[in-house]
């Protein structure tokens, strides 16, 4: 299985401000996503980070508030910009192994964050 | 869009009792996996289910895949403190490359 790390593992920020959140898995990874996931709840994909090219947004998220870096197969970037009170969550990087059909999905330990 | 429904969303148990969860998904899936978050940390990957009808077994768990690839189960016999969590159900649709989640049971175990 992947060693996943995230950084910060938590933080609290101001509205109006931005977070970049990273992730780092320790060997290279067929896909990466970002998730969200409210407290109580399930998680919710945000995009698909695509090495190389633009993310691949789920519905109701937009590159314009979530831009997404992976600049290579073992790194990713997520922002949360223009923060608002309901941006409140934590942030879940996810890398998978193998062929879309059989693979095995990781989380990182998530980033825990506050807006206020 | 793609649908996994699960249930219950919560169950409490007193250790020594069996638990079940069920996951049903509104289109045919490619795959199954489950999920164990325990509180305060991250989803981690139990196992996963690729062909109909299959079942895998990890010591005290369970996991059935149904026939139609539409619904799965997660069955603990005689739980322990230490199983307490939430256990997710994430099915690929065919055609798919992202999971979707269930919303999750909250398995809280007395001892």
């Known amino acids: 299985s992947a060693v996943i790390s995230q950084k910060p593992s938590r933080d609290i920020c101001q509205r109006g401000t931005s977070l970049t959140i990273q992730c780092q898995v320790d060997s290279q990874v067929t896909m990466m996503f970002w998730y969200r996931q409210q407290p109580g709840q399930s998680l919710t994909l945000i995009a698909t980070a695509n090495q190389g090219s633009e993310a691949t947004y789920e519905s109701g998220f937009v590159i314009d508030k979530f831009p997404i870096s992976r600049p290579n197969l073992t790194f990713s970037t997520l922002t949360v910009s223009n923060m608002s009170p309901e941006d409140s969550s934590i942030y879940l990087c996810s890398v998978t192994y193998g062929q879309v059909s059989s693979y095995e999905q990781y989380f990182g330990p998530g980033t825990r964050l506050t807006v206020t | 869009g793609q649908q996994v429904m699960q249930i219950p969303q919560y169950q409490h148990v007193q250790e020594g009792e069996d638990f079940t969860t069920y996951c049903n998904s509104s289109?045919?899936?490619?795959?199954i996996q489950w999920y164990k978050q325990r509180p305060g940390g991250h989803p981690v990957f139990l196992i996963q289910l690729v062909k109909s009808g299959e079942v895998k077994k990890q010591k005290r768990l369970t996991f059935q895949f149904g026939e139609a690839k539409k619904n799965s189960s997660l069955h603990i016999t005689a739980t322990q403190t230490t199983d307490v969590g939430t256990y997710f159900c994430a099915g690929l649709p065919s055609g798919y490359s992202t999971l979707t989640f269930g919303k999750g049971t909250m398995l809280l175990v007395s001892p």
């Open positions: 289109t045919t899936l490619s795959n």
